[in-house]
C-alpha cells in the first residue's frame, strides 16, 4: 500500500532537502569535468547533468510523493491541485558550465500557487537550506533569519537579470538603477535560488529582479518566508518585477520602485 504524501510544509521542506540532496551529488560529479553542453530553443544552455539532475527528481518524487505533480525547467510539466512541486535541476548553470561554484539544486513545492516550502543544495559552496512558511528557515540545519537592517543605505542587495538578446527594461537593469545610487552595495551571483537563501539567512538585506520562472524561485522564496521575510510580485510598464526582502526595508523598497522614474532634464 502507497503511504500518503506529506502535507505539511516542514515534512516536504525535509524531503525536499533529502531529494535535493541526492541530485546534487550527481550535478557535482559534473563540476569543472567538460560537461557536454548543448542549446535550448531559448538559446539557454544544458549539460547532460541538469538533463540526469531532473530525471532523478522527477523519479524520486514519484516514488515518494506520486500525488503531485512536477513542474520542471527541463521537462515541463503543469500545475493541478493544492499542490505542486517546481524543480530546478541545476539553477545556475552558466556558473556550473564556468566552474563557477554557485549554483544549486532548487526543489520547492507551491501551495495554490505560492511558495510553500522547499530546499536548495548548493554542493560545491558545502551549503543547503531548507524551510516551509508553517515552520521556520534552516541553513544547514542551524535556524536563521532575515537580517534587522531598516536602512536602504546600509543594505546590501542581490540581483538576477539576463544580459543576451533582452532591451535593457526587461533585463532589470532599470529596476537596478532605481536603487544601486542608494544602498551599501550590489552583488550578483547568478543563482536565483542561492540569492534569495542567502537574503533568508541574513547575509544580504534584498533580492530584485524581473520575474522568473517558478521553477526558480519557488523553494527559495518559501525559505525567505519561513526566515520572516517578504516576497511579491507585481506588474510594471517593463514587465512583472519581483522582490525579496527583510521585513524592515520592505515598504519602503515597494514605495520607492513604484515610483515613478526621474525624468532626465
Request: proline share 7%; charged share 20%; hydrophobic share 40%.
Amino acid at each position: 500500500m502507497t503511504a500518503p504524501s506529506p502535507r505539511t510544509g516542514r515534512e516536504l521542506s525535509k524531503l525536499a532537502l533529502q531529494v535535493a540532496t541526492e541530485a546534487s551529488r550527481l550535478v557535482l560529479a559534473g563540476f569543472r569535468h567538460d560537461p557536454t553542453v548543448t542549446l535550448k530553443a531559448d538559446q539557454e544552455p544544458v549539460t547532460q547533468y541538469d538533463l540526469q539532475s531532473e530525471r532523478f527528481i522527477r523519479e524520486r518524487l514519484a516514488e515518494l510523493t506520486p500525488d503531485i505533480p512536477v513542474v520542471g525547467e527541463e521537462q515541463g510539466g503543469s500545475a493541478a491541485g493544492e499542490l505542486t512541486w517546481y524543480c530546478d535541476p541545476i539553477d545556475g548553470t552558466i556558473n556550473f558550465l564556468r566552474g563557477h561554484p554557485f549554483f544549486a539544486v532548487s526543489l520547492g513545492v507551491a501551495r495554490n500557487g505560492e511558495p510553500f516550502a522547499g530546499a536548495v543544495v548548493a554542493p560545491a559552496l558545502r551549503l543547503w537550506w531548507r524551510g516551509s512558511v508553517d515552520d521556520r528557515a534552516f541553513r544547514c540545519e542551524a535556524p536563521c533569519t532575515v537580517s534587522t537592517v531598516s536602512e536602504l543605505s546600509h543594505a546590501v542587495i542581490t540581483t538576477g537579470f539576463p544580459v543576451r538578446g533582452k532591451p535593457l527594461p526587461s533585463s532589470g537593469v532599470d529596476l537596478l538603477g532605481q536603487l544601486s545610487p542608494f544602498v551599501r552595495d550590489v552583488r550578483r551571483c547568478g543563482s536565483a535560488a542561492i540569492e534569495l537563501c542567502l537574503v533568508a539567512d541574513g547575509t544580504y538585506d534584498v533580492y530584485l529582479t524581473r520575474k522568473l520562472s517558478p521553477w526558480d524561485t519557488c523553494a527559495g522564496a518559501a525559505i525567505l518566508l519561513a526566515a520572516g521575510g517578504r516576497w511579491q510580485t507585481w506588474p510594471d510598464e517593463s514587465g512583472d518585477s519581483e522582490l525579496g526582502s527583510n521585513a524592515a526595508l520592505y515598504e519602503g523598497l515597494v514605495t520607492r520602485l513604484r515610483a515613478p522614474a526621474p525624468q532626465q532634464g
